[in-house]
Nanobody, 124 residues
Framework: QVQLVESGGGLVQAGDSLRLSCAAS????????MGWFRQAPGKEREFVGG????????YFADSVKGRFTISRDNAKNSVDLQMNSLKPEDTAIYYC?????????????????WGQGTQVTVSS
């Protein structure tokens, strides 16, 4: 059983940057593709970005492409989401997720494990 714990959320102003971290335990981290999702009030959970098992590939939703980056450290069992040029519409609860299968999934149903989420609020 894999446990995921996010950290780093908070309240920032538009244009600021924020870095979220996700610590994993209970599994072989290097065998997990990792993803970040977010959910705003009244909206469905949406894909933000993902990273392959080795970190060699990253992919993002169009809404964050060019502003967000993802990195992972398999030695430390962690994955980070760097968010730059934040906008009020980025306000949401951000979730870290882990996928056991091979691939680069974008849908919540494709992921096997989830963290509890961390709140990001961007004021205008």
């Amino acid at each position: 059983q894999v446990q995921l714990v996010e950290s780093g959320g908070g309240l920032v102003q538009a244009g600021d940057s924020l870095r979220l971290s996700c610590a994993a335990s209970g599994g072989t981290f290097s065998r997990l593709a990792m993803g970040w999702f977010r959910q705003a009030p009244g909206k469905e959970r949406e894909f933000v970005g993902g990273i392959s098992r080795t970190g060699g590939r990253t992919y993002f939703a169009d809404s964050v492409k060019g502003r967000f980056t993802i990195s992972r450290d398999n030695a430390k069992n962690s994955v980070d989401l760097q968010m730059n040029s934040l906008k009020p519409e980025d306000t949401a609860i951000y979730y870290c997720a882990a996928d056991l299968s091979v691939g680069l999934p974008r849908t919540p149903d494709s992921y096997d494990y989830w963290g509890q989420g961390t709140q990001v609020t961007v004021s205008s």
